[in-house]
């Protein structure tokens, strides 16, 4: 059944935008196009509101990242190059999206990245282009400057956490010939130094936070939580409307101007499918009318495989004897309520390193995360004696993977397969990378703090050995990206004003649409784009509007 088919059709509750989505980018999206109180905007949320205490309190990232009650709960397919083994793919599913449940590290990516994207025929998304939106996006505490903004909704501060254990891995990575970095968003990412985290006070700011709350207080913003998304409606080759499922009845709604998917990268090209926009073999496999055949939908998948290192801690307190000690416990809460300092105030790591691999590259390609602390799998216990881990991250996989939908129904998660290492040369960088930080390990600096390599152990030298170890033990970074690419060819799905590729009235703007996954975490690349496509889809409806009734926000 397609939109106009039903005599009812006229009397829906109408809508100029149509926002699939809460968000890092949604929310971004609902704040920046209700600014004008002659718009109207309807904001979707399969999700409920962000009420979980732990959501808010920093180190609570570490409780809520598989705590089903916020998270959409998926898991990959077998993943052939890791032994066959599904793994976990935490997303937030709350208002906040997954800004609200991820480990706030702030980090926008390698000017080069945004360079790549322009080149590869994205004008407008250099990295001269986008840092005024980064700029418009971030409150920074330290102030501005050329590179930070300080008047936006996302605060950006420093880490209240010291540890000697920190001051020990920046010295070893110094002393391995890295420099020190203050600042891994300004002038270079290269070096080693302390994380900057989006954090206001003592609270997380997510973008439930930082742009949405601030905009429900506006009339001509509806925010429906617990809706759930079915599938756009199509007039022809326009999107009309949307159709979602609330408290077990499905509604329908018209977007006068436009519906915009911000769903992230698992479900805005789940959407698309289920809407009849994709690869038309698969649509059809599930009974969907084509309304595009668009084979890049789902396709182009990417994510930051990583492997740690553990050692074992000497004369030093490491999380996870806090972890395990009711007075030390205690003693973190009122650090933390108190001096507002601490163990609750850290997110999934307080240091971090980037560095070049080999001779000849332009910028760093492994990421490093280190914490004074060490937990047997990502949401389990921590380990049972004093240790402390680093996180290598190759920055810009090679490997690419897909999400399929499974199901005609929208309630049945797709297929993912993000084909981690399936490209030699993410092996050769993930391998490279572990032995850089055992070398860091083995440095003067860190040897004071650590006597034996836990994970995988000094005996393991060659390839061979660190695959092993890379096969049992490498993780998500939770960073998914690029299942609908923004750019020019075939497997493009959305252009350069973030538009799908022969449809009119939609866009996508999120995480789905980055052509690569920036050189870090994704988050405050991903609020960009919504700052970004929430503009230049304001500057279209004020085009398309000749009583200027569409406002700049
Ligand atoms: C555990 C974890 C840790 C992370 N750590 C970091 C970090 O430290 N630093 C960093 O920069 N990045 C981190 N990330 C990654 C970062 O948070 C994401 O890249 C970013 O939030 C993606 O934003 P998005 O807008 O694309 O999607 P999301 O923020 O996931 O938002 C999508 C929203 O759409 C909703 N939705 C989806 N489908 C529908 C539908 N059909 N109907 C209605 N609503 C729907 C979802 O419920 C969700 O709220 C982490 C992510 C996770 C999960």
């Not at 890791?82 to 709350?94: H, S």
């Not at 499905?250 to 998917?261: F, M, N, P, T």
């Not at 590259?361 to 280190?370: A, G, K, M, R």
């Amino acid at each position: 059944m397609r939109f106009g088919e039903e005599a009812d059709m006229e009397t829906l509750e109408e809508f100029d935008f149509v926002i699939v989505g809460a968000g890092s980018a949604g929310c971004v999206l609902a704040n920046r196009l209700s600014a004008d109180p002659a718009t109207r905007v309807l904001l979707l949320e399969a999700g409920g509101e962000d009420k979980n205490l732990w959501i808010h309190i920093p180190a609570g990232f570490y409780r809520n990242i598989f705590n089903p009650a916020i998270g959409w709960g998926f898991e990959t397919e077998p993943l052939p190059a890791l032994g066959g083994r599904r793994m976990p793919w935490p997303r937030g599913k709350v208002l906040g999206g997954s800004s609200a449940i991820n480990g706030l590290i702030y980090i926008r990516g390698q000017p080069q990245d945004f360079d790549m994207w322009a080149q590869l025929g994205n004008s407008g998304w250099s990295y001269d282009d986008v840092l005024p939106y980064f700029r418009r996006a971030e409150n920074q505490e330290r102030g501005e400057d050329e590179y930070h903004g300080a008047g936006g909704p996302l605060c950006v501060s420093d880490l209240r956490a010291r540890h000697e254990l920190h001051d020990a891995f920046i010295a070893g990575a110094i002393e391995d010939g890295y420099p020190f970095n203050g600042d891994f968003n300004g002038a270079a990412q290269e070096g080693a130094g302390p994380l900057q985290v989006t954090v206001r006070g003592m609270r997380r700011c997510s973008t439930a936070v930082g742009y949405l709350r601030p905009a429900m207080k506006r009339p001509n913003l509806k925010v429906e939580t617990r809706a759930l998304a079915h599938r756009v409606l199509f007039d022809g080759k326009r999107a009309v409307g949307l159709e979602y499922r609330k408290d077990g009845a499905s509604h329908r709604v018209r977007a006068r101007a436009e519906v915009l998917l911000a769903g992230g990268a698992i479900n805005s090209p789940q959407l698309l499918q289920l809407s009849g926009v994709g690869p038309a073999a698969l649509l059809k496999s599930f009974g969907i009318a084509v309304v595009a055949d668009l084979p890049g939908v789902g396709e182009n998948l990417q994510d930051h495989v990583n492997t740690r290192l553990v050692y074992r801690a000497r004369h030093a307190n490491t999380l996870n004897e806090v972890s395990r000690s009711l007075w030390r416990k205690a003693w973190a809460g009122l650090s933390y309520m108190f001096a507002r300092r601490g163990a609750l105030m850290m997110g999934a790591a307080p240091i971090g390193l980037f560095v070049r691999t080999r001779e000849g590259l332009e910028s760093p390609d492994v990421q490093y995360q280190f914490l004074a602390g060490s937990f047997v799998k990502p949401g389990e216990a921590m380990h049972d004696f004093p240790a402390c881990q680093a996180t290598c991250i190759p920055c810009r996989p090679q490997s690419r993977g897909w999400i399929k939908i499974h199901s005609p129904d929208p309630a049945v998660p797709p297929a993912i397969q993000p084909n981690y290492l399936a490209a030699e040369e993410d092996k050769r960088t993930l391998i490279a990378g572990l032995r850089i930080a055992r070398r860091i390990f083995n440095t003067r600096a860190m040897q004071e703090y650590v006597s034996e390599e836990v994970l995988p152990g000094a005996a393991a030298e060659s390839d061979e050995d660190w695959l092993d170890h890379i096969k049992k033990n490498a993780g998500t970074t939770y960073h998914p990206t690029s299942t609908c690419m923004m750019g020019r060819g075939e497997k493009a799905v959305v252009d350069s004003a973030l538009r799908v590729r022969g449809l009119l009235g939609i866009r996508v703007a999120d995480a789905s649409i980055m052509p690569a996954v920036v050189s870090g975490n994704t988050n405050a690349a991903t609020i960009m784009i919504g700052e970004k496509g929430a503009e230049m889809i304001l500057a279209a409806a004020r085009a398309a509007t000749p009583a200027a009734r569409f406002k700049t926000a």
